[in-house]
């Protein structure tokens, strides 16, 4: 990384908030570490440590191998998520320095959801009834939080009269519904289904860009990775038969096309910097992109999407590494890794590897999995991240700082189920 890089890195993380900000967020980032490091449970303290140190000496080391282990370890750790709730959503993931919730966070709607569309794809490559069992009860749960409008509610499940829609997390919890009702044929999947996609034809403004971003991401701007939804949207069309959601669907992609500049970047693509989104943002994006275009057969959809990740491949690092924020300039804009962006790369990369047989995809994928698995616990004697893979590289590094945010094991699993499907 240029020197340049590192200065500007460090400006933008503690001199541009204002001191009375960067003095709180320093206060507890040393508050968790502290946590973290000296924690009660010597086993956990001790993966902490080892953890820490693999990134201050640059010495991971790839697991080559293991995928149909590890793969079933992150999936018994999904349905943990779900055992963890007191109902049959799945936990937001597993946070130790968390006192109030003792660790487990309550079930959050949006990425129960996609976890649904995981688990179904799991239980059919490893004929797992009880993954399967687990998806239907999530999708059905779906269903009693929905909100009257169609929407699915920003956060954590929340009382009725707390709830606040956002297009993105309707989206996500269509996605699991369009599959509940491949695997179940149950109606109630598809009604359910068929208020969400309504709501998000009606959220659109002329443009095509959602409007309704929820109030847990920062306001005032369009949030170019909402084009997922339009993924949830042609699948739910082409489940109906009517044309006008996969046509819908057809033209949030276009609008957010406009949105990529000629060396693949997106803009208006974070939840909270625009500047510098996270690859997790830019994963969301590029997958939506991908997979109407693959489903429409649209070259300049996939034309967009191999743009978007030739620029990030030469950003891989031998062992797999993969910075966690980007400048426009493809300069890295965070000293640590967002481990569910790198999954969500590899994700694509591997989409991409299918369908134009470039080596070159496949073996970054591999990197970027390979990477991720030698961060996966496999240690029993710690049940809360058995399987899990942490927010970030290092644990107490910038994304979803010391905990186990649910959606990072899902891209995960996503990950390796097509490892092993490439090989």
């Not at 493809?330 to 989409?351: K, Y």
Request: net charge neutral; aromatic share 12%.
């Amino acid at each position: 990384m240029k020197f340049s890089t590192q200065i500007k890195i460090l400006v933008d993380r503690y001199w541009k908030p204002g001191l009375r900000n960067t003095y709180w967020d320093l206060t507890a980032a040393c508050k968790e570490a502290k946590t973290m490091l000296f924690h009660p449970d010597a086993s956990l303290s001790k993966h902490v440590r080892q953890d820490l140190l693999q990134y201050l000496l640059g010495r991971s080391r790839p697991v080559v191998g293991q995928t149909e282990e590890r793969a079933r370890a992150a999936a018994d750790w999904l349905l943990r998520s779900q055992d963890a709730t007191p109902d049959d959503g799945a936990s937001l993931g597993y946070f130790p320095c968390d006192g109030i919730y003792k660790g487990w966070r309550p079930s959050y709607p949006e990425t129960t959801g996609y976890i649904i569309t995981t688990l179904l794809r799991f239980a059919r490559q490893f004929e797992d009834t009880q993954a399967r069992e687990a998806a239907i009860k999530m999708a059905k749960w779906e269903i009693t939080v929905q909100m009257p409008t169609g929407a699915v509610q920003g956060g954590p499940v929340s009382a009725s009269g707390k709830q606040t829609p956002a297009a993105f997390n309707t989206g996500m919890v269509l996605d699991g519904w369009c599959s509940a009702y491949e695997e179940s044929a149950d109606k109630d999947f598809l009604d359910a289904g068929r208020k969400a996609a309504d709501f998000l034809v009606k959220d659109l403004d002329e443009a095509y860009y959602f409007k309704t971003n929820g109030e847990y991401v920062s306001a005032g701007e369009i949030k170019t990775y909402t084009c997922l939804c339009a993924w949830a949207l042609y699948r739910f069309g082409i489940l109906v038969g009517e044309s006008q959601y996969s046509e819908t669907a057809i033209r949030v992609i276009e609008a957010a096309i406009k949105q990529q500049e000629s060396n693949g970047w997106f803009a208006h693509n974070c939840l909270t910097r625009s500047d510098a989104p996270l690859t997790h943002t830019h994963g969301y994006a590029l997958q939506g992109i991908l997979e109407v275009g693959l489903l429409a057969e649209r070259e300049d959809f996939l034309e967009a999407a191999r743009r978007g990740i030739d620029s990030i491949l030469p950003k891989i690092a031998p062992n797999g590494y993969l910075p966690g924020r980007f400048y426009s300039d493809w300069e890295p804009a965070s000293f640590s890794s967002c481990l569910t962006g790198s999954a969500q790369i590899a994700i694509v990369c591997f989409r991409l590897a299918e369908h134009s047989h470039n080596p070159l995809y496949k073996k970054c994928a591999n990197q970027l999995v390979d990477f991720l698995k030698s961060l996966q616990s496999l240690d029993p004697q710690l049940p809360g991240i058995q399987g899990a893979l942490g927010g970030a590289f290092p644990l107490l590094g910038e994304y979803m700082r010391s905990g186990y945010p649910n959606w990072a094991t899902k891209y995960f699993l996503d990950a390796l189920m097509l490892q092993m499907l490439s090989r």
